[in-house]
């Protein structure tokens, strides 16, 4: 009876909700097995357990919205909606039978529930977000960040879609794929992304260089200056983030911790697997200071069925691990009990979660508190909740069973939309004087006026506010007045929470200079000054007299949050201008346990150790917190075949300038961490003496650790160790990975199957890969081949890099690519120029016929680089000297390029590229244009002045466009602009080193193929 009833039902909604497709529109189809009765939306409102003051209609239901993954609102109130109908069963992943969409939805009498429908766009195919801005709709649809114009409004696209962003993944990602487009008050597009798969995201034309890895974090997007950035990282899946009153952000996650502030530039736990960064050591624990499960039982059983799994110590803390959707009620309508309270839609749990936030250490913590809202409906699967117009909740139902990842099927004929509100503003038709205040459309709204209503007490009404002004300030239609009327309310006695609207309209609108920022610093809301730091440290470059200040208030201030702050900023400054913030926020010896402002010290000179040995040796035996004692001596360990000195001068300052045994234990505990895995190491100058004198120490942890390094130091451990170590799962990555190198050192050909077994594994395949290459063994390229398109992206880059170090490799790779296995674009042109330079005529005839466009060389070019190659032979570079050759690239490349930190990023970071390589170093540098992308393309602008300007555009805006010339930046309106034209060529130019003679050449190759920072000659002054 159950079944048939099921039957009809399911029929029927297939029957009505035929009428709401266009005939061009795919027919959605069902593939969900469960015979549970989908209950009418009314029967699912009835069965919801609501706080109190507060009312629930049914805004929308089906057939007028399916599948309702993302909202958003517009300058008039409407709900956009995201309907996602592509999202299939693990087995078909996304389908390519269905397409996804964009509908409008508006509550035209506002009676709570909509009157008029329209479809906005309907060609998506792997849609999971979309939100309103700057002259049209963005929209997230793998791999893509699009955005398609829609300038006069009336609902109807402009144009096609255009590409903002490209390279996030659309396959292995599945249901943690990148979703979550929301504007942030500092004027970016901020997103997030899940943990399944890696991303390699830039701008369209990016090369790999010049895009970034991703996989779980956060990230944003500037709409005019289309910069891409990752925020932070760490977790498993975000699927919902707010901003709180003081634009602190915190997002939700699942199966791991569920809320995380959001401080840039941190490391979060993951769920499995690595960070992408090399050398984080630590993570940051969660902020919430609970679970919303019974951390005893399972999660994977709680997610099979929220009804007969989920036990009573789970449903009283929450109600399971899968949050997806997550706002901060603030502001006007709400009452003042539940004012700042997180709400997290609690999918297994039916429910919506409420945490409240309390400041805490440096930062803040959450605690649990009431569940704000329940729902009987076994149906409802709760994915976003978001704020309207007048304080409306609306909350987005997925509608189905079974577990989080619809690995039983997918029902698309159902999904419904609520609308929550506080019952005086329920029903405007109701009693006038109980009546919301009447809010216009915002972007009809005047610039005086927008400017008094950034700071509204309606928080929804706000933040459209400061849209609509950074939208006009691109637009170039704000006047001068409305800065100084900004900037004569931030500077009122008013609230901090408006002061701080006003300052971010002041950011977005360009109102803000360093002078301005740096009086901000002295503010006495530590809010202000955390935004001040945060807007100073995003500039180009700081004057010695903001970083005087940095130093001051790392010194001095007494606000946790200021100092994270600080620490944040790190990663953005120089690496000589980071370590004297960063050595006085290290002695703030009441935060040396907290759980976030030690790792985002670590995180900030981490990166600049290598550079400047001394001031972090000088940071390590200062500082007041052990855990960056211990971490700086272990990076610097990890040098100690290439940089010896930096662990004898450690040694030497912890023997002659502090005996206390604390920091001689922090720094012995790194160096012991460091060599884990190493067979043998040779002991630096000065270790005998130390280990002499430690070998006595009144310290049980500096006697043991001494004992430890020194069999290391001595004879070394056996081969034996060595593999157990390699293939224990209960030895750590990092001795692992060690232990994996130090073997493949010793070419001991038992290696071979041990790294070839290793090829499975997700954190080890890269280091397997990478050994491989030593061995000529004949079933690699079989293996790595097989397994390719199973490959993180590092570890396909290491597989192209492995198979292309052999003839007899490369001809197997060839084979697939042949047949359609392995895509071409995975290969690079400096590979295929390896392949066609690797001595076998067979090989280099099967890289032409499957690259007849690939262009060859010029004799000339080819020439030159013979002659360099000769002249550059090891023994040449290594008698070269490097020092000097830091003061050339000084003078001749960090003009555009970055190295060691130093230098400007016109042109791709040259710290990670593949220096070491001379071959790669020579083709680049002699033949600059041969990969370059467009983005670092020659522009030719010729303006109406008769000028002729050269370089490459950084900004384009409505009414002017940015170009980033060699020497600087050039704001041109595009009205004086006759005639723009693209160059083939590079930025950089092709006779570089024709104005160096050949031991300046030398030097400069020599600086190039470090490894890590070298000191400036003596009589030199700095380089940057």
């Known amino acids: 009876m159950i ?93 390519n039978q269905l397409r996804d969409r964009i509908v409008i939805l508006e509550d035209v009498d506002g009676d709570g529930k909509f009157d008029d429908r329209k479809v906005f766009w309907d060609q998506g195919r792997r849609l999971t977000s979309v939100e309103i801005g700057h002259g049209g709709v963005w929209v997230l649809d793998a791999p893509n960040l699009l955005f398609i114009p829609d300038a006069n409004e009336d609902d109807i696209p402009d144009s096609d879609p255009v590409v903002m962003l490209n390279g996030w993944d659309d396959r292995a990602a599945r249901h943690t794929i990148v979703n979550g487009l929301r504007w942030g008050p500092d004027g970016w597009l901020y997103g997030r992304n899940g943990i399944m798969a890696i991303s390699n995201v ?19 997007f500037h709409p005019t200056k289309h910069q891409f950035e990752i925020v932070c990282v760490g977790t498993t899946n975000p699927w919902g983030m707010d901003w709180d009153e003081h634009g602190q ?112 250490g440096a930062t803040y913590t959450a605690r649990h508190a009431a569940d704000f809202l329940k729902v009987e409906d076994p149906w409802f699967r709760g994915i976003e909740i978001i704020s309207g117009r007048n304080g409306d909740i609306f909350i987005a139902d997925w509608s189905d069973t079974g577990e989080c990842h619809d690995d039983d099927g997918i029902h698309r004929t159902s999904g419904r939309i609520y609308r929550l509100a506080v019952s005086s503003y329920a029903d405007s038709t109701s009693d006038p004087a109980k009546r919301p205040p009447s809010i216009p459309a915002v972007n009809q709204l005047s610039n005086e006026k927008l400017a008094n209503l950034v700071a509204s007490p309606c928080e929804w009404l706000s933040r459209k506010c400061l849209l609509e002004l950074s939208e006009r300030a691109v637009q170039n239609s704000l006047s001068p007045k409305i800065h100084q009327d900004l900037m004569a309310k931030f500077h009122s006695d008013e609230s901090v929470k408006q002061r701080l609207r006003w300052l971010w309209a002041l950011q977005v609108i360009g109102g803000v200079d360093q002078a301005f920022l740096t009086q901000c610093l002295d503010d006495p809301s530590e809010h202000i000054r955390c935004w001040a730091i945060r807007f100073l440290s995003e500039q180009d470059s700081l004057s010695a007299s903001v970083l005087s200040k940095f130093q001051s208030l790392a010194q001095q201030d007494d606000s946790g949050l200021v100092l994270t702050w600080l620490a944040s900023s790190l990663q953005r400054l120089r690496y000589k201008d980071c370590w004297s ?34 001031q972090a040796i000088a940071m390590a035996v200062s500082c007041q917190m052990p855990l960056v004692r211990e971490y700086i001596a272990r990076r610097m360990t990890l040098e100690i075949e290439r940089q010896p000195e930096m662990v004898s001068q450690l040694l030497e300052r912890l023997t002659t300038q502090n005996n206390d045994s604390s920091v001689i234990a922090d720094a012995l505990r790194g160096m012991t961490e460091a060599l884990r895995g190493w067979r043998k190491a040779t002991p630096v100058t000065g270790w005998e003496s130390f280990s002499a004198s430690q070998s006595k120490s009144d310290s049980e942890e500096v006697r043991r650790l001494t004992r430890e390094l020194a069999l290391v130091f001595g004879d070394g451990r056996a081969l034996e160790q060595l593999r157990a170590i390699a293939t224990s799962g209960e030895s750590n990555l990092a001795e692992r990975r060690a232990a994996i190198r130090a073997l493949v050192l010793t070419r001991d050909n038992e290696m071979v199957q041990l790294l070839q077994n290793l090829l499975g594994n997700r954190d080890l395949c890269q280091e397997a890969i990478q050994g491989l290459a030593a061995f000529g063994n004949e079933e690699t390229p079989k293996q790595l081949v097989a397994r390719f398109n199973g490959f993180n992206l590092p570890a396909k880059q290491a597989a192209i890099t492995t198979l292309v170090s052999r003839p007899q490799f490369a001809n197997i790779l060839l084979d697939a690519v042949t047949a359609g296995s392995i895509d071409r674009s ?17 090989l280099a005839e099967r890289v032409s016929e499957l690259w007849p466009q690939l262009s060859q060389q010029s004799a000339q070019k080819a020439e030159n680089i013979a002659e360099l190659r000769a002249m ?27 190295l060691y930190g130093e230098g400007n990023k016109i042109a791709p970071d040259l710290t990670g590229s593949q220096r070491s390589n001379l071959n790669y170093l020579l083709e ?47 704001v041109i309106s595009r009205d004086e602009i006759e005639q723009m034209n693209e160059s083939p060529l590079s930025m950089m130019p092709e006779n570089l080193l024709k104005v160096l003679d050949d031991q300046e050449i030398r030097d400069l190759i020599a600086y190039l193929m470090t490894t890590a920072q070298v000191p400036l000659p003596t009589a030199a002054s700095p380089a940057n």
């Open 3 to 95: 079944n048939c009833l099921w039957t009809t039902i399911a029929c029927l909604l297939i029957t009505i909700a035929s009428e709401s497709f266009g005939d061009d529109f795919p027919q959605p189809f069902n593939t969900e097995q469960s015979t549970s009765k989908l209950m009418s939306p009314q029967e699912a409102v009835e069965g919801m357990t609501l706080p109190s003051g507060f009312e629930i209609t049914v805004f929308a239901a089906e057939p007028d919205v399916h599948q309702p993954i993302a909202l958003a609102t517009d300058d008039r109130g409407r709900l956009w909606v995201a309907e996602n109908y592509t999202y299939s069963e693990s087995s078909t992943n996304y389908s």
């Open 581 to 614: 913030i960063a050595s006085a926020l290290s002695r703030h010896q009441e935060y040396a346990e907290d759980r976030v402002l030690p790792l985002m010290i670590w995180y900030g000179v981490e990166p600049a150790i290598l550079s400047n040995p001394d």
């Open 249 to 360: 952000m915190f997002f939700i996650n699942t199966v791991i911790g569920h809320l995380w502030h959001v401080v840039p530039g941190a490391r979060y736990r993951r769920m499995y697997g690595e960070h992408l960064h090399p050398n984080t050591y630590g993570i940051i624990e969660q902020t919430a200071d609970h679970f919303h499960w019974d951390t005893n039982d399972l999660w994977h059983d709680i997610r099979k069925d929220g009804v007969t799994i989920m036990t009573q110590t789970t449903d009283q803390a929450g109600g399971g691990h899968a949050h997806c959707g997550m706002m901060i009620l603030q502001g006007q309508p709400y009452p003042e009990k539940l004012q700042g309270s997180v709400l997290a839609l609690n999918l297994h749990g039916r429910r919506v979660n409420r945490d409240t936030l309390h400041r805490h």
């Open 872 to 898: 550059l032979t090891p023994k040449a570079i290594e008698q070269a000297d490097p020092s000097n050759g830091r003061v050339l690239f000084a003078k001749s490349c960090a003009t555009c390029h970055a």
């Open 924 to 970: 680049n540098i002699v033949d600059p244009s041969a990969t370059v992308s467009k983005s670092f393309q020659l522009l030719v602008v010729l303006l109406d002045d008769g000028r002729v300007i050269n370089g490459v555009a950084v900004e384009n805006a409505e009414k002017t466009l940015t170009i980033q010339t060699a020497t600087e930046q050039i």
């Open 202 to 220: 830039g701008v369209p034309d990016s090369t790999p260089n010049q895009r970034q890895q991703m996989d779980c974090g956060i990230w944003r």
């Open 826 to 842: 995975n290969i690079s042109a400096f590979q295929l120029r390896q392949m066609q330079n690797s001595g076998d005529p067979r």
